[in-house]
């Protein structure tokens, strides 16, 4: 008689101890097909580590100042040369201006802006653009360039990223996203995004922002070269950097979008709902330290997202006024929910819709 193991139970075991889940751990909940269980564990772990009925989303705006780039990431459908006619720079001014303009339509509370690398504006043009949205918007959080864009930054004015981050923080930088991470693996990182800088610039810009008081956040692009130990791996350094800073304010797990890129050529395809939800419940798991699991309904479609809410994510992420680089991947989501149809969305999957800021203070509940 074959007798089925429940590869999950030492795990459950360590999850109702409250123990750390270690690297195997990690490979084994990825292994794993019993989904459900999955997601069953990763909503006990958030509840036993203080979470309650409540999904998060915020109001924002989100800007890209350019699209010029010259990283050349594979996965990118997003980046163009300056030579190409559909390429842009805004100014401040031009910023300032759309920013004021979608204002008057929509209440968002922050401003979450990233763009391509581009070789063709200088430290000045940043500093400028960040100052002249503070003071356009002085009470909107500016939640403004992943760590790689920080690090281009550094190429063009010489300085220090300490150095760099000081200056931007000190015209109203509120925050960093969290792009820009991939996957940590030297070798992912060969393959999809040569270009782009080691891993370790990524960890060491962030770590750089908690200390000046600067939160941030972490994300992971899933779904295509890397293999169950490179996302496991992943996890773990960002769970290392938690425990060091402490300022990680929530992870963000980005499906691949192949639509678009190289990939679409050789016939990739996206992610399947159960891998998204996996990934979500195993980070959940892994990430003991890091407070928010967001479920990105731009990428997953708000359905999906609904239910990653009992898989252990705790945020659906925004309202999002515009999107451009995963709809320029092919995301097909709406580009703007309503508020009422997330609210019911999240009600109707049995949590209470929270409005929040970006740091997670509460603005509105729906009970
Ligand atoms: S992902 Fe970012 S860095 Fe890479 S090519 Fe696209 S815009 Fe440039």
Redesign the pocket.
Known sequence: MVVAVDTLEPIREKVEAGERLDFEDGLALFESDDLLALGELADRARRLRGGADEAYFVQNLYLNQTNV?R???K??A??VTQKQSDAYTYTGEELVEDALRQRELTGFTEIHMV???SPHVDFDYYVEIVRRLHEALPDVHLKLFTA?EIHHMTKLSGLAHEDVLRALRDVGLGSLPGG?AEVFSARVRRLV?PG?EAPEIWLETHRTAHALGIPTHCTMLYGHVETYEERVDHLLRLRALQDETGGFLAFIPLAFHPENTVFERRGWKHTAGSDDLKLIAVSRLLLDNIAHVKAYWIMMGMPLAAVALHFGADDVQGTVVREQIFHAAGARTETEQKIDELVRHVSDAGRIPVQRDTLYNELRRWE
């Open positions: 780039c990283v050349k990431c996965f990118c997003f980046a763009g391509g690398e790689s820009g995004a782009k």
